[in-house]
């Protein structure tokens, strides 16, 4: 190995390249993954976590990289940070109001996304084509336009009454992927919306496309366990969504946000 880099893990950083491409973070800095693929490297959880939001040290953590008061008090881990229709931070106490103004009155976009197969999804203006690359989508459309997160819960959740709103995470890494034309999709969805919302549809978006650094993938995927099995050293095979892919397992760093680890490489 030669380099060893040791810090509090979060999500990879992303650039939307053709391929991808990956950082791992460590500590807030960014460490480039491109020269690992196909190297031996040795990924080891150092017995320590620390709330991503306020630092404290927590024998557990809870929503990908909270301490147990952070991920029940902070806005950002409302319910509707997965039922977007019921958002309510407008109607709360400060902290809720200020996260409305900054990350719920703000243009929404709702898409079409091909991952393990066609899924509906909303995300943050900003948060596009990171929202997109961080769940593995090798296609995706912008489908509509809408100025506050509520109303994207709304669409998102008629459309998903017809269509899948979650990722198989198996399918999408192994890529076995029956290839979409997503204009048709849009066109076959419109009607799904409810008719009070139909305004916010956008027909000129144009379809994105990903590809990502992947040299093979296991033929059964398992999921590693970083609490259960603390150290693993393996080939690094590839990279896609959240996950590293090796010799004959994956891990989803997203996961282990806020645990502290060493990688080796």
Same mark, same amino acid.
């Given at each position: 190995m030669s380099q060893s880099v040791s810090g509090q893990l979060r999500k990879m950083i992303v650039e939307a390249k053709d391929p991808v491409q990956y950082s791992l973070s460590l500590d807030g800095t960014a460490y480039p993954l491109a020269s690992c693929l196909g190297r031996r490297v040795t990924l080891k959880y150092l017995? @320590? +976590?620390?709330?991503?939001?306020? !630092?404290?040290?927590?024998? @557990?953590s809870y929503d990908q990289g909270y301490c147990f008061p952070c991920a029940r008090d902070l806005p950002e881990n409302?319910?509707?940070? *997965?039922?977007?229709? @019921?958002?309510?931070?407008?109607? !709360?106490?400060?902290?809720?109001?200020?996260? /409305?103004?900054?990350?719920?009155? *703000?243009?929404? #976009? $709702?898409?079409?996304?091909?991952?393990?197969?066609?899924? *509906?999804? +909303?995300?943050?203006?900003?948060?596009?084509?990171?929202? /997109?690359?961080?769940?593995?989508? *090798?296609?995706?459309? $912008?489908?509509?336009?809408? %100025?506050?997160?509520?109303?994207? !819960?709304? +669409? =998102?959740?008629?459309?998903?009454?017809k269509m899948p709103d979650k990722t198989n995470w198996r399918k999408m890494l192994k890529? =076995?992927?029956?290839?979409?034309?997503?204009?048709?999709?849009?066109?076959?969805?419109? %009607? #799904?919306?409810?008719d009070a919302l139909r305004q916010f549809a956008l027909s000129g978006e144009a379809v994105q496309v990903f590809h990502y650094p992947v040299q093979s993938v296991p033929p059964k995927i398992s999921s590693h366990n970083l609490d259960k099995d603390p150290e693993f050293t393996q080939t690094l095979t590839g990279i896609k969504g959240q996950y590293l892919i090796f010799d004959d397992r994956v891990i989803n760093l997203r996961k282990y946000s806020g645990y502290h680890v060493q990688f080796a490489f």
């Amino acid at each position: 190995m030669s380099q060893s880099v040791s810090g509090q893990l979060r999500k990879m950083i992303v650039e939307a390249k053709d391929p991808v491409q990956y950082s791992l973070s460590l500590d807030g800095t960014a460490y480039p993954l491109a020269s690992c693929l196909g190297r031996r490297v040795t990924l080891k959880y150092l017995n @320590k +976590i620390t709330c991503i939001a306020c !630092g404290r040290e927590t024998r @557990k953590s809870y929503d990908q990289g909270y301490c147990f008061p952070c991920a029940r008090d902070l806005p950002e881990n409302a319910m509707c940070a *997965v039922r977007p229709e @019921k958002c309510q931070h407008e109607f !709360g106490n400060e902290a809720d109001r200020e996260f /409305w103004r900054t990350h719920c009155n *703000v243009d929404h #976009w $709702v898409y079409l996304s091909l991952t393990s197969g066609v899924k *509906v999804g +909303i995300t943050r203006n900003f948060n596009i084509p990171t929202r /997109w690359i961080d769940q593995g989508a *090798v296609k995706a459309l $912008v489908i509509a336009r809408v %100025p506050q997160r509520i109303i994207a !819960g709304q +669409i =998102e959740v008629e459309l998903a009454k017809k269509m899948p709103d979650k990722t198989n995470w198996r399918k999408m890494l192994k890529g =076995e992927i029956e290839d979409v034309d997503l204009q048709a999709v849009r066109e076959q969805v419109l %009607p #799904w919306f409810p008719d009070a919302l139909r305004q916010f549809a956008l027909s000129g978006e144009a379809v994105q496309v990903f590809h990502y650094p992947v040299q093979s993938v296991p033929p059964k995927i398992s999921s590693h366990n970083l609490d259960k099995d603390p150290e693993f050293t393996q080939t690094l095979t590839g990279i896609k969504g959240q996950y590293l892919i090796f010799d004959d397992r994956v891990i989803n760093l997203r996961k282990y946000s806020g645990y502290h680890v060493q990688f080796a490489f």
